[in-house]
């Protein structure tokens, strides 16, 4: 990837380094293993992965399938594992979990990547306001009572939406139109619930 003069691009990139190389212990993330600085650019030589859900996704509703049941539940175990190890080992929480960044290697197996905003920790909370895919965080970032000052459940939220995702084929807020309107649904609105069908995922 390409430095830039923005010092924020280049402040994502090193909290990404920094995260991914303290996070090798743990089967849920994915490895790296080094990196190369120079002048103009950043070179990360990490694990090869095959896909991630958000292909999964777009190709299961291409061929008018649904994910399995059973897999979706594993997966979503593995994905919790990989923000718990995140907070107890770490100290840092993702902020950004969405299907474009749970990675799948070629045996199906769960990882999670990005970490180019993840927020550290003070006392269990993150003190960030702006940082993540809108239509994926919680409601409580949106607040200003309280977006500020947040903790891992707003990743447990994000987590949420996506599984609702995977389950049903579509997100959960695909009705509406405008992102704005979404934004207000998230922080209006009862949180989306599974179709009686899909509710035996998690059982």
């Known amino acids: 990837m390409a430095r830039t003069s923005n010092k924020e691009d280049n402040k994502r990139i090193i909290m990404d380094l920094d ?9 849920h993330i994915v490895l790296c293993y080094g990196y190369f600085i120079s002048e103009t650019s950043v070179k990360v030589c990490m694990e090869v992965m095959a896909s991630c859900l958000h292909t999964l ?3 299961a509703n291409r061929m008018g399938i649904r994910i399995a049941e059973g897999y979706i539940g594993k997966m979503s175990v593995s994905i ?7 907070k107890d080992h770490l100290n840092v929480i993702h902020r950004d979990v969405k299907p474009s960044n749970i990675l799948l290697d070629w045996n199906g197996a769960v990882k999670l990547c990005d970490f ?12 960030t ?24 459940r ?4 994000s987590v949420g939406i996506s599984l609702v995702e995977l389950a049903t084929g579509k997100y959960p807020y695909s009705h509406i139109e405008s992102e704005f309107a979404i934004l207000a649904a998230i922080v209006r609105d009862p949180p989306p619930t599974l179709p009686t069908v899909c509710l035996n995922i998690f059982a």
């Open 19 to 27: 995260v991914i190389s303290r996070a090798d212990a743990s089967h």
């Open 57 to 59: 996704l777009r190709s």
């Open 80 to 86: 919790i594992q990989a923000l718990d190890y995140l």
């Open 116 to 127: 180019g905003i993840s927020g550290q920790l003070i006392e269990s909370r993150a003190h």
């Open 129 to 152: 306001v702006q940082a993540g895919c809108p239509p994926y965080m919680a409601p409580e970032r949106f607040d200003p009572r309280y977006n500020a000052d947040y903790d891992i």
């Open 154 to 157: 707003s990743d447990v939220w």
